[in-house]
């Protein structure tokens, strides 16, 4: 996908900012020993207590086995307590301990300042526009897959929050569509970064897509072995392979696009212009930041690691 295709498609960048905002909060709360699946587990607790282990994952969009690994680990610390569900043996309950409740108040403040960071150069009448729009592609979304309202926790929206509900909603709509291909999110967001950045090295991918250099490793084999993708030797460094992206691969990523085009078609006239100008103006301004700043964090890492 062309640079400027991407940067005119609201869906991709609502995903796409709310992706690197996530890893930008991230690096802002490493002090706190927390991973992203555990900050995550506790913010999502602090607005729906006592849910369901299931409806927990499903609301942050993670497999089990990583979930169950993060609730041990704060069920260790004292800050989490898992109760069988009265009605449904089988199901637990998850809640806070108050034991968290210092944690979860130096989480909020840097959440707060990672959000303002961001906002800067927008006034409010700009930041209510934003907020306006997300809230109408929720709403749209929510419509479309008949998902209920959530019951009022008494919290504002901010835009973040609504950013990520967005976010998760949208890639539920495009998982299932990927299913139906024989293809993972994984696979596609590699094929996706591959062809954005043809040549790369993996770990510059793994580094991209957030995922560990071991998985990383495997799926580029699965990519390879399914002739999306070719390993090419590094002429400047004969040790080193880049990755390229085979026409299959990009035959596979324009379907993919045309299936998310249609999908989406409906949902983007529903919008209307103006608020599909707002998303796409302000979220990349927000995006182009983000990228610009991951680009200066991870030099400086890199220089870290050589000295």
């Known amino acids: 996908m062309a640079a400027n295709d991407f940067e005119q498609n609201w869906a991709l960048l609502v995903h796409d900012t709310a992706r ?4 930008r ?16 587990v506790l913010g999502t607790l602090s607005r729906h ?32 307590r898992r109760e ?39 006034d409010e009448s700009e930041v209510a526009e934003l907020l306006d729009a997300l809230q109408a592609v929720r709403t749209m979304l929510r419509t479309a897959d008949h998902i209920a309202k959530d019951a009022d926790t008494g919290r504002q929206d901010t835009y973040l929050s609504v950013l990520f509900e967005c976010s998760r909603l949208l890639m539920r709509r495009f998982d299932v569509r990927l ?7 994984q696979q596609w967001l590699a094929l996706n970064t591959i062809e954005q950045r043809e040549g790369l090295r993996q770990s510059d991918l793994a580094e991209a897509t957030e995922v560990g250099a071991a998985a990383t490793g495997k799926l580029v084999d699965a990519l390879e072995r399914g002739a999306w993708v070719e390993r090419r030797v590094d002429a400047a460094d004969r040790r080193a392979n880049r990755l390229h992206i085979s026409r299959r691969g990009r035959s596979m990523l324009a379907s993919t696009r045309e299936r998310f085009d249609r999908l989406h078609g409906d949902l983007d ?11 796409v103006k302000r979220l990349g301004w927000i995006r182009q930041r983000l990228l610009e700043e991951g680009v200066h964090t991870a030099e400086a890492r890199r220089a870290g690691a050589r000295s």
């Open 25 to 40: 909060f991230d690096v802002s709360i490493r002090d706190l020993g927390l991973t992203q699946a555990k900050w995550r």
């Open 179 to 185: 299913g139906e291909m024989g293809f993972t999110r």
């Open 20 to 23: 690197l905002i996530r890893r």
């Open 84 to 122: 069988k569900d009265p009605t449904d043996r089988r199901a637990r309950r998850v809640y806070l301990r108050e034991q968290s409740t210092p944690t979860l108040k130096a989480m909020e403040e840097r959440f707060r300042l990672v959000e303002s960071n961001y906002l800067r150069g927008f």
């Open 269 to 279: 006239r529903s919008l209307g212009r103006e608020r599909h100008r707002i998303l």
């Open 49 to 80: 207590p006592g849910i369901t282990q299931s409806e927990l994952a499903e609301r942050l969009d993670i497999e089990k086995a990583p979930l169950g690994l993060a609730l041990e680990w704060l069920d260790q610390a004292g800050w989490i």
